[in-house]
């Protein structure tokens, strides 16, 4: 948990703010999963905080909702437009969720 609370106060996306009047805050929980390798041995304790969506209404708490992903098309096109002109693509992979 500490090390997930690290990322969010590195990337700044974790910001305390006074709630505004008429409004209500949207619960959390934190979700915990054991990674294991190849011979299902524990490797890494995972943890992730996420919103508890089934208190939320549409309208009040939220407008739209986007995806956290992009959609294969996207990728297509970015790999195709990297390739027509002559760009470097390189491949990572990011630790957080935010």
Not at 25 to 36: D, L, Q, S
Request: charged share 30%; hydrophobic share 45%.
């Amino acid at each position: 948990m500490q090390e997930e609370l690290l990322q969010f106060k590195m990337q700044k996306v974790l910001l305390l703010v006074d709630l505004p009047k008429g409004k209500r805050a949207i619960g959390t929980k934190w979700v915990f999963r054991n990674k294991k390798d190849k011979r299902c041995i524990v490797v890494r304790n995972k943890a992730r905080l996420v919103a508890q969506r089934h208190t939320q209404e549409e309208g009040i708490d939220y407008e739209e909702v986007f995806a956290p992903v992009a959609r294969i098309e996207a990728i297509r096109l970015f790999l195709a437009y990297a390739s027509f002109m002559g760009f470097m693509v390189y491949q990572m992979d990011v630790k957080s969720a935010f």
